[in-house]
């Protein structure tokens, strides 16, 4: 288990000493004051009701306050980015030194991580799970190294739609000398799951969520990261100073007051979920289904090529997942609307090998 001040030390030394870039306004916190510092155009033309002849503010701090709000967290632990891709670039950028340092992923797993890594020049490790999509710990505490410096994991995890259980990232958190990264995309279709309450005992857990699926806002851009307030005070830091904009700020202001409409329709798409396994268990192309904590199905068939190509010529596009580790003959399915899923089992049911 790592200390605050010996997660601190992970941080690049250029970014511990990096001078963030500042704007007058961040300097006046009074209202109504005459604004000539930032070469906007002083007459809003494109909205009625929203002000985007302006900057938005850096550190969204209206949004963050709704958000701590439904999720118990203090706002100083939450960080918001341009998708919770955003974030992951960040953590790479703050924490590892490229050609030095590495991070690890599990895999088969969600594709921005070693994007982003490489981009930087930072070393892959990857894990392959085990059968069962469960992280093989021996492996992984066998496999890193003092300069692997973040580990990513993905719970539920994308493409496999499994949960990884609550004692395996804890078990991670207390050995793993590095940053733990929990990307938690798909935690509104299974909240029990979550690692957030992890949050006040480990200073070197990450936590992403997004509001790009559950909450429906996918063309909004708008990612968390949730984690101790120095690791959140890093990432604002390095992040481009006006990373969201007035028109995604004021969409998800009404997002969040319409939540408890959003759960109702999350639990509508799991027992969709549900029903649509059980269909797809009947078809002739189809060999399993695996369980899934997620609004998506990775679907074992007797021919993935041809299934996947079968579809798109029919007008469905699901994701392809054959060449991926353990997913050999894959297709990852979204759950989409009633219709759309009886569409789709409709189509599969006339596909001949
Ligand atoms: C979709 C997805 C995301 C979301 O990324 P955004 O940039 O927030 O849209 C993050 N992680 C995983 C595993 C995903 O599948």
Redo the contacts with the bound molecule.
């Keep these: 288990m790592m200390t605050l001040s010996e997660t601190l030390e992970l941080v690049r030394p250029n970014i511990t000493r990096l001078k963030p870039y500042s704007s007058a306004r961040n300097e006046f916190t009074g209202g109504n004051a005459i604004l000539l510092d930032a070469n906007e155009n002083p007459y809003n033309l494109w909205n009625d009701d929203l002000t985007v002849n302006r900057y938005p503010d850096p550190l969204q701090r209206e949004a963050k306050l709704k958000i701590a709000k439904i999720k118990g967290i203090s706002p100083e632990q939450i960080f918001l980015g341009n998708?919770?891709?955003?974030a992951v670039d960040l953590l790479i950028r703050c924490f590892c030194e490229p050609l030095t340092d590495s991070i690890a992923i599990f895999s088969p797993t969600?594709g921005?991580y070693s994007v982003c890594a490489d981009v930087n020049n930072v070393q892959v490790k990857e894990f392959i799970l085990n059968n069962d999509f469960s992280i093989n710990l021996q492996q992984f505490f066998n496999g890193i190294s003092p300069s692997t410096k973040v580990v990513f994991i993905?719970s539920p995890n994308?493409p496999t739609g499994n949960a990884q259980p609550i004692e395996t990232i804890e078990q991670i958190l207390s050995k793993f000398r590095g940053i733990v990264v929990v990307?938690e995309?798909?935690i509104d279709f299974c909240p029990e799951k979550t690692s957030l309450s992890l949050l006040n005992r480990y200073p070197n857990l990450v936590v992403?969520q997004?509001f790009?699926?559950a909450w429906a806002m996918?063309g909004a851009?708008i990612?968390i990261a949730f984690a101790n307030p120095k690791i959140i005070a890093t990432l604002n830091k390095v992040k481009f100073p006006y990373n969201i904009g007035v028109p995604s700020l004021s969409v998800l202001s009404r997002a969040i007051e319409q939540y408890s409409n959003t759960k109702s329709l999350i639990s509508q798409i799991v027992s969709e979920r549900e029903l649509l396994r059980l269909r797809l268990q009947q078809l002739s192309c189809v060999k399993m289904v695996y369980p899934s904590d997620s609004n998506f199905l990775l679907v074992k068939t007797t021919d993935a090529n041809s299934v996947y190509n079968y579809l798109l010529n029919n007008g469905i596009v699901v994701r392809n997942r054959t060449h991926e580790p353990l997913c050999n003959n894959c297709l990852r399915i979204t759950v989409g609307k009633p219709y759309e899923n009886s569409k789709l089992i409709q189509i599969l049911n006339t596909y001949r090998p």
């Excluded at 998708?83 to 955003?86: A, K, L, N, V, W």
């Design positions: 998708g919770s891709d955003e969600y921005i993905c994308n990307d995309a798909y992403l997004t790009s699926k996918a851009r990612g």
